[in-house]
């Protein structure tokens, strides 16, 4: 049986906060991305996703070896990957696949690398906006470089790829879902410090990461992903081996209206606590009809000072709180609100848990979260 054991999930070709290729997608060039897996196996495959595509992917050939630094890989480890048993693969528009397995021991905690190369041009390519670590693109086939030299490009997105799954016949996956706070800003780029990994390493269990920074739970929005009542399904219980959804969601439906300094805000509806627990009830009910064992609600961080904060915001959001907390709608509740604030104002960040800007925590307090988490699975 095998079971996921990374996810990222899949966003349309947008701008976002940094550089990225995925408007401009890939032409004769291979393109390596190196994920942190949180479960072990012998045999691992991948799933592409090309669900924001407009016309067929084609996939020239893939490979898959354990990662080494920077673009580099541990020698003798490439295995390539096939599909129904061959090299290359077509990806429908707004379809994905799913590769057939390769023998490559790996444990939880490894990382590996993914390389794929395109012989024709992609045109703008699903990916995941913000990856906090280094992806790498070089010209023609590189599938089975070994020093990684010829990638010249670097870039800290994720493209196409969506998942890695090990043979490792597990059903306790943990799947966090939810906005910029779970996606891992604020955590140091390339040193898997998200709270996804603190939790990964806490419990020694799989753990999916499926937060889109930006993302809103009632709304879609161009830059930041489908709402999260319509990628319940693609980006958690669709994958397998999950057991438990963390919910962590409805910080930028209050927050994004407080603020005009970013125009991919917009559209901005203001939205009620009322409407928000309707969401949180229907993520709730979706799980539970997929047959997940626990739903565990996690009450937003405190975000007074940032740039979502305002009267409104805090009326909403302590409303929003409240029902996670005492409402017995979810299976159990993670206050992370009580366990990340300033002892001497209780609506913001904790200084030392603070990247900077009084709403995203840093690796202190991402770790802090994940025991919070741990102590309620």
């Given at each position: 049986m095998f079971t996921a054991a990374w996810t990222a999930s899949p966003q349309?070709?947008?701008?976002?906060?940094?550089?990225?290729?995925?408007?401009?997608?890939?032409?004769?060039?291979?393109?390596?991305?190196?994920?942190?897996?949180?479960?072990?196996?012998?045999?691992?495959?991948?799933?592409?996703s090309h669900a924001y595509g407009t016309s067929p992917l084609r996939i020239a050939g893939a490979t898959v070896a354990r990662a080494a630094a920077g673009a580099a890989v541990e020698p003798g480890s490439l295995r390539r990957l096939t599909f129904g048993g061959a090299d290359a693969v077509r990806i429908p528009a707004r379809g994905q696949v799913v590769s057939d397995p390769a023998e490559l021991p790996l444990a939880a905690g490894e990382a590996l690398t993914v390389t794929l190369h395109f012989d024709a041009a992609t045109g703008p390519a699903t990916f995941h906006a913000q990856a906090f670590t280094r992806s790498h693109r070089g010209p023609g086939d590189l599938l089975m470089e070994t020093?990684?030299?010829?990638?010249?490009?670097?870039?800290?997105?994720w493209y196409v790829l969506s998942a890695v799954e090990t043979d490792a016949g597990r059903a306790d996956g943990i799947a966090l879902f939810g906005d910029s706070i779970t996606d891992g800003f604020g955590s140091t780029p390339g040193a898997d410090r998200r709270w996804s990994d603190a939790l990964a390493t806490r419990t020694g269990r799989p753990v999916l990461n499926a937060g889109i920074?930006?993302?809103?739970?009632?709304?879609?929005?161009?830059?930041?992903?489908?709402?999260?009542?319509?990628?319940?399904?693609?980006?958690?219980?669709?994958?397998?081996?999950?057991?438990?959804l963390?919910?962590?969601?409805?910080?930028?439906?209050?927050?994004?209206?407080?603020?005009?300094?970013?125009?991919t805000y917009k559209p901005s509806p203001v939205v009620t606590a009322a409407e928000l627990i309707e969401g949180h009830r229907?993520?709730?009910?979706?799980?539970?009809?997929?047959?997940?064992?626990?739903?565990?609600?996690?009450?937003l961080l405190p975000f007074a000072g940032s740039d979502h904060w305002g009267e409104r915001a805090a009326k909403t959001s302590h409303a929003l709180n409240e029902w996670i907390r005492t409402s017995g709608e979810y299976d159990a509740v993670a206050d992370l609100h009580r366990a990340l604030a300033d002892p001497r104002d209780g609506d913001r960040l904790r200084p030392a848990y603070d990247s900077g800007d009084r709403l995203h925590p840093d690796d202190a307090g991402y770790a802090v979260m994940a025991e919070a988490v741990a102590d309620v699975l």
């Open positions: 349309q070709p947008s701008e976002g906060f940094t550089p990225n290729w995925s408007r401009e997608g890939f032409w004769r060039q291979s393109l390596r991305q190196v994920v942190r897996l949180t479960a072990d196996g012998g045999r691992v495959r991948v799933r592409l020093d990684g030299n010829a990638f010249s490009e670097v870039t800290e997105s920074g930006g993302n809103l739970l009632l709304n879609d929005s161009a830059w930041y992903g489908e709402k999260a009542l319509h990628r319940l399904s693609r980006d958690v219980l669709d994958h397998p081996g999950v057991d438990t963390v919910v962590l969601l409805g910080l930028n439906d209050i927050g994004f209206s407080e603020t005009d300094e970013q125009p229907e993520l709730i009910r979706q799980a539970r009809e997929a047959g997940l064992r626990r739903v565990i609600g996690a009450t």
